[in-house]
């Protein structure tokens, strides 16, 4: 899984840029380039929380926080993403969340720090040994339920703002 998120960071984060406003788009063989925002002055973590905040479903949905969090690599609203994940890990991985219910705020702040930027890999010696595949299951299904959760909150800001400029 990991493998896969790396790959996908790069394009996640030219369409986060293209929702605040910018591009990290660069012509072959220029230094430099890109586009920068500059409509009345606003700045582009400003327009990117923006766009994000519209494609917020409800007031529990954590993919705007996550998408803006990997895109400033800052842990923005951190404390709730990592209470919302672990919350959501312990009641949607059957016997293996219920086994680990104690441990799910460990796996979910490795997870959320990784997706974030902050962490490069995870630390497995942060928890016992026999505990060791349970983390290793639970990291990877968390980290995909954080790409899942902010990718469909890019998605929905996407679709809004095209929608817009088509009208």
Known sequence: MNNAIQKDRAGFLERLGQLAGTTAWREPGK???????AARGMATENALVLALAMARRNPKDKGPDIAYSLATQQPYKGAEVVAWLSDKLAAGTGRIGHRNAG????VATQA??????????????????????DFCTLYDIAQGWLWM?????????????????AA
Request: aromatic share 10%.
């Open 31 to 37: 230094v430099g380039g890109g586009v920068p925002y």
């Open 149 to 165: 959760s902010m990718e469909a909150a890019v998605e929905r800001a996407e679709r809004a703002m095209y929608s817009k400029r």
């Open 112 to 133: 959320y720090e990784w997706i974030v930027g902050t962490r490069v890999h995870p630390d497995a010696s942060e928890v016992a040994e026999r505990f060791h595949d």
């Open 103 to 106: 441990r799910m705020t460990t």
